[in-house]
C-alpha cells in the first residue's frame, strides 16, 4: 500500500505541482486529496447502478454489497492512501526521500515564509490528535487547524451524505448510513496523520465530494418497473402435506348380544298436528331483521349499485349507514355477500368499516360505518385546491388504505373525490367499496356494464382491460391531481361517453398541477402503461419522504373540516 500511495503522490504532482507559493509538493498534496475524493464517488456511482437492476431489493446479499462497497471507496482505501502519504513525508524529512522518484530533492526548497522548508512543514511536524488536544498558546493557530482538520471534514460528510442519498434515490435511505458512517470512522482513524499534510489532503478532498453529486445523479435512481420487480415477493410452492403414518386398525370387539327390540302399539296422530314434519313457522316480520332494527333516518346518496341512508342501529344506538341494493335478484346478492366479505377482511383506519349484512324489506342491505364529515369533491370546489403538503397526505394515507385492500386480495375500481370523505379533524377515508371486487372474481360485472367514473377511469380499464393495482393507483393519481388543480386530469368532457373515450385512447393527462412538487410523481402515476407506474406502496414510501423532509408527517389533517349543524 505504501507503494500504492507514493504512485499515487508522484502522479498528482505530475498532474498539478506548480513551482510557487506555497510549494510545488504542498499543491501535489491538495491535488493527491483530490484523487483519494474520487473513491467515494466511485463507490456512490457503483451502487447506483447496481440499484438499476436490484431495485429496492435488500436482502443479505444486497446489504453486505452496499457496506462492503461504502467500507472499502469510504474508509479503508482514503485511510491507507492518507496515512502512507503521511508517512512518506515523514520518511523524506528524515533524509529518505525515495518515494518521490526524482523530483523529491524539491522538497529542500523553501516558497513561502510561513511554510518554509516543505519537508519540514510536510513531515516533522506534530500530527492531528497532538494539534487538536495539545494546542500550543497561538490562539489563531489553533483556530486555523481547528476550522481546516474539523471544518473541512464536516463539510464533506454532508456532501458524502448527499451522494449516498442520490445513490439510494426511490428506496429507503438508512442504507446511505454505510457512506457518512464509514467517513465519520475515516475522520477519527486518520488523525496520526501529520496535521499540515491533513489540511492539504482535506482542501483537495472536499471541492470533489461537492462535484461528485453531479456523476451519481447522472446516473439516477432505478426505473419504476424495477423497483415494482424489487417489491414482488416470490411465490412459493405449495406444501404437500406429508400423509401421517400407516396405522392397522385394532380389531372391533364383537358386540354384546342385545335383547330383542319391544315396538309399543302405534297411535293415531291427533288432527291439529301436520301430517308431515317440518319448521316451525315464525311471525310476520321476524326474518326482515332491518324492518325491526335499522331505522333510517335521511338518504345519502344513490349510486349505480345501491341507494345510501344514514341509519340509526335500535339496538346498539348507534349511527350506521345502510347500503341497500336497488334489484334484490341474486346476482345482486352475490355481489354484496362478497363485498361484505372483502370489505369485513379489511382493517385499516382510513378504510370504512363493515358491520353486518342483513335482510331489509326492500333488499339486501350493507350495515357501514358512518363518517361524517364532507367528500373531497365538495371541499374541493368550496374551499378551493389543497397545498402540497395536504395532497401529500391525502396522497400518502390513501396509498396506504388501497395497499392494505390490495394485500387482501380486493380492488375498489371507482376511486375519486367524492369517494373520499374528510372527517371533522381532517382525516381522510377511502368509502363506497360498492363495486369492490376480489381478485378472481371476474363474473360479477354484468356484461356491458362501465366499472368506474370516466373522468378518474385508467385508460387500460376503459379499453376493457381487468382492473388491478395499478389501475387503482391511476385512479388515486388523478384524484390528487384534482386535489391539486381543481379539475380531473384529461379536463372535463361534455357527455360521460366522451370522457370515457379519451380515456379510452389513452389521452395524456392535459391538466395537471405542473407547480406542485408532486407534479413529477403524478406524470409517472399517471403512465397509460400500467407496468410503468409506481406501486402505492412506492409512492407512500417517497411522498412520506419528503414530508418528513419537510419537517411534517402523514398523520396530520388533511384539511380541517367544520360540523355541519343539524
Same mark, same amino acid.
Given at each position: 500500500m505504501d507503494s500504492f500511495a507514493s504512485s499515487l503522490l508522484v502522479l498528482a504532482y505530475e498532474l498539478f505541482a506548480p513551482g510557487f507559493c506555497p510549494g510545488d509538493w504542498v499543491w501535489a498534496t491538495s491535488t493527491a486529496g483530490a484523487l483519494i475524493a474520487l473513491f467515494p464517488v466511485l463507490g456512490a456511482v457503483t451502487v447506483a447502478i447496481?440499484?438499476?437492476?436490484?431495485?429496492?431489493?435488500?436482502?443479505?446479499?444486497?446489504?453486505?454489497?452496499?457496506?462492503?462497497?461504502?467500507?472499502?471507496?469510504?474508509?479503508? /482505501? *482514503? #485511510? $491507507?492512501?492518507?496515512?502512507? +502519504?503521511?508517512?512518506?513525508? =515523514?520518511? !523524506? @524529512?528524515?533524509?529518505? &526521500?525515495?518515494?518521490?522518484?526524482?523530483?523529491?530533492?524539491?522538497?529542500?526548497?523553501?516558497?513561502?515564509?510561513?511554510?518554509?522548508?516543505?519537508?519540514?512543514?510536510?513531515?516533522?511536524?506534530?500530527?492531528?490528535?497532538?494539534?487538536?488536544?495539545?494546542?500550543?498558546?497561538?490562539?489563531?493557530?489553533?483556530?486555523?487547524?481547528?476550522?481546516?482538520?474539523?471544518? /473541512? *471534514? #464536516? $463539510?464533506?460528510?454532508?456532501? +458524502?451524505?448527499?451522494?449516498? =442519498?442520490? !445513490? @439510494?434515490?426511490?428506496? &429507503?435511505?438508512?442504507?446511505?448510513?454505510?457512506?457518512?458512517?464509514?467517513?465519520?470512522?475515516?475522520?477519527?482513524?486518520?488523525?496520526?496523520?501529520?496535521?499540515?499534510?491533513?489540511?492539504?489532503?482535506?482542501?483537495?478532498?472536499?471541492?470533489?465530494?461537492?462535484?461528485?453529486?453531479?456523476?451519481v445523479a447522472l446516473i439516477g435512481p432505478p426505473s419504476w418497473s424495477a423497483i415494482k420487480r424489487s417489491e414482488q415477493q416470490p411465490e412459493r410452492p405449495p406444501e404437500r402435506p406429508q400423509p401421517p403414518p400407516y396405522v392397522p386398525p385394532e380389531p372391533e370387539p364383537a358386540p354384546p348380544p342385545q335383547p330383542p327390540k319391544q315396538y309399543p302399539p302405534t297411535s293415531v296422530a291427533p288432527a291439529a298436528l301436520?301430517?308431515?314434519?317440518?319448521?316451525?313457522?315464525?311471525?310476520?316480520?321476524?326474518?326482515?331483521?332491518?324492518?325491526?332494527?335499522?331505522?333510517?333516518?335521511?338518504?345519502?346518496?344513490?349510486?349505480?349499485?345501491?341507494?345510501?341512508?344514514?341509519?340509526?342501529?335500535?339496538?346498539?344506538?348507534?349511527?350506521?349507514?345502510?347500503?341497500?341494493?336497488?334489484?334484490?335478484?341474486?346476482?345482486?346478492?352475490?355481489?354484496?355477500?362478497?363485498?361484505?366479505?372483502?370489505?369485513?377482511?379489511?382493517?385499516?383506519?382510513?378504510?370504512?368499516?363493515?358491520?353486518?349484512?342483513?335482510?331489509?324489506?326492500?333488499?339486501?342491505?350493507?350495515?357501514?360505518?358512518?363518517?361524517?364529515?364532507?367528500?373531497?369533491?365538495?371541499?374541493?370546489?368550496?374551499?378551493?385546491?389543497?397545498?402540497?403538503?395536504?395532497?401529500?397526505?391525502?396522497?400518502?394515507?390513501?396509498?396506504?388504505?388501497?395497499?392494505?385492500?390490495?394485500?387482501?386480495?380486493?380492488?375498489?375500481?371507482?376511486?375519486?373525490?367524492?369517494?373520499?370523505?374528510?372527517?371533522?379533524a381532517g382525516l381522510a377515508h377511502l368509502i363506497d367499496f360498492g363495486i369492490a371486487r376480489s381478485k378472481g372474481d371476474s363474473t360479477m360485472t354484468a356484461t356491458g356494464m362501465m366499472i368506474g367514473t370516466p373522468d378518474y377511469v385508467a385508460p387500460e380499464t376503459a379499453a376493457g382491460a381487468a382492473a388491478s393495482p395499478a389501475s387503482d393507483a391511476w385512479q388515486l393519481a388523478a384524484t390528487v391531481s384534482y386535489a391539486l388543480s381543481g379539475t380531473p386530469p384529461r379536463g372535463t368532457r361534455e357527455t360521460p361517453m366522451a370522457a370515457l373515450m379519451a380515456a379510452a385512447r389513452a389521452e395524456p393527462p392535459s391538466r395537471l398541477p405542473r407547480r406542485s412538487v408532486h407534479a413529477r410523481l403524478l406524470i409517472a402515476s399517471l403512465d397509460p402503461e400500467p407496468r410503468n407506474r409506481p406501486t402505492l406502496k412506492s409512492v407512500q414510501h417517497e411522498i412520506e419522504g419528503w414530508l418528513s423532509r419537510s419537517g411534517t408527517s402523514a398523520d396530520g389533517p388533511v384539511t380541517r373540516i367544520v360540523p355541519r349543524i343539524r
Open positions: 447496481i440499484r438499476k437492476g436490484t431495485g429496492n431489493r435488500y436482502n443479505a446479499v444486497t446489504i453486505s454489497v452496499f457496506a462492503g462497497i461504502a467500507v472499502l471507496f469510504v474508509l479503508l /482505501l *482514503p #485511510l $491507507l492512501l492518507m496515512n502512507g +502519504i503521511s508517512g512518506i513525508y =515523514r520518511a !523524506a @524529512f528524515s533524509g529518505d &526521500p525515495t518515494g518521490l522518484g526524482g523530483n523529491g530533492d524539491s522538497l529542500k526548497t523553501e516558497l513561502c515564509g510561513f511554510v518554509g522548508v516543505q519537508s519540514e512543514y510536510l513531515g516533522g511536524g506534530q500530527n492531528v490528535y497532538e494539534v487538536l488536544f495539545y494546542p500550543s498558546n497561538d490562539a489563531l493557530a489553533y483556530g486555523y487547524y481547528l476550522g481546516a482538520l474539523v471544518g /473541512l *471534514p #464536516l $463539510l464533506a460528510l454532508l456532501f +458524502i451524505a448527499l451522494q449516498a =442519498r442520490s !445513490a @439510494f434515490r426511490r428506496g &429507503p435511505s438508512w442504507p446511505g448510513r454505510f457512506f457518512w458512517g464509514s467517513f465519520v470512522a475515516l475522520f477519527f482513524l486518520s488523525v496520526p496523520v501529520e496535521a499540515n499534510t491533513a489540511v492539504h489532503l482535506w482542501l483537495g478532498f472536499l471541492p470533489i465530494t461537492v462535484l461528485g453529486i453531479i456523476p301436520a301430517a308431515a314434519p317440518g319448521p316451525v313457522p315464525l311471525p310476520p316480520g321476524a326474518g326482515q331483521s332491518g324492518s325491526s332494527r335499522y331505522r333510517r333516518v335521511r338518504r345519502l346518496g344513490h349510486g349505480g349499485f345501491g341507494t345510501v341512508w344514514e341509519a340509526v342501529d335500535n339496538q346498539l344506538g348507534r349511527t350506521v349507514a345502510l347500503k341497500i341494493a336497488h334489484a334484490p335478484d341474486r346476482d345482486t346478492e352475490e355481489r354484496m355477500q362478497r363485498e361484505a366479505r372483502a370489505l369485513a377482511a379489511l382493517n385499516h383506519p382510513n378504510c370504512v368499516r363493515v358491520y353486518d349484512l342483513v335482510e331489509e324489506p326492500d333488499g339486501l342491505a350493507l350495515v357501514m360505518e358512518y363518517l361524517q364529515g364532507q367528500p373531497l369533491a365538495t371541499v374541493v370546489d368550496s374551499a378551493g385546491a389543497l397545498d402540497d403538503i395536504a395532497a401529500g397526505r391525502l396522497w400518502a394515507t390513501m396509498a396506504g388504505a388501497l395497499s392494505a385492500a390490495h394485500d387482501k386480495g380486493v380492488l375498489h375500481r371507482d376511486v375519486k373525490p367524492s369517494n373520499i370523505i374528510l372527517d371533522p
